[in-house]
């Protein structure tokens, strides 16, 4: 029989390795801007939704732990608040560094931000007035895994229209 002591461990020991690789997975891109002085292979709409996407992240599992979930661990917060941290980094050195032909947000995305941010004020305004009986941070959850399913999608096609991954 397993030692539920073992296990917690185990529990702790594998979350903090999830914290260091995903924290790790932000830093080259980071350091390749800095390097060039310039972004102009990063997409604009993959680092705002990413910027996006983990803010909604963040606030999700500090409203989770504050509430005592056992779902939620610190090593979920610490990695959730340094993705966000990292994200926004990216998304100043995207708007000082040169951009070449980078165009900036499309519009697809401009309007998806948009739609995203109006239904989180929707749903806060429905959460805080009792309207619906939806927890706000559910929805905040919800953004972050659709984030995850279209954020990549939009730094694929600027390399296809580049014809390079380079930068």
Not at 6 to 18: P, R
Not at 50 to 75: P, R
Not at 144 to 153: G, H
Request: net charge positive.
């Amino acid at each position: 029989m397993v030692n539920v002591a073992s296990l917690e461990i185990l529990s702790v020991v594998i979350g903090w390795s999830y914290f260091t690789a995903w924290s790790i997975s932000f830093y080259p891109q980071l350091f390749l801007n800095l390097k060039l002085k310039n972004v102009e292979g990063l997409s604009f709409d993959f680092v705002f939704l990413n910027l996006l996407g983990f803010t909604c992240y963040s606030i999700y599992t500090i409203i989770l732990y504050s509430q005592q979930s056992e779902t939620v661990e610190i090593n979920d917060i610490a990695f959730a608040v340094h993705a966000t941290v990292l994200c926004t980094i990216t998304a100043i050195q995207s708007l000082y560094y040169p951009k070449g032909n980078n165009k900036g947000l499309n519009k697809w995305c401009k309007i998806t931000i948009s739609l995203i941010i109006i239904s989180i004020l929707i749903n806060l305004i429905f959460s805080l007035t009792n309207i619906f009986q939806w927890t706000f941070y559910w929805w905040l959850g919800y953004i972050k895994v659709f984030i995850s399913l279209i954020k990549y999608i939009p730094q694929v096609i600027y390399n296809h229209q580049r014809k390079s991954t380079f930068g």
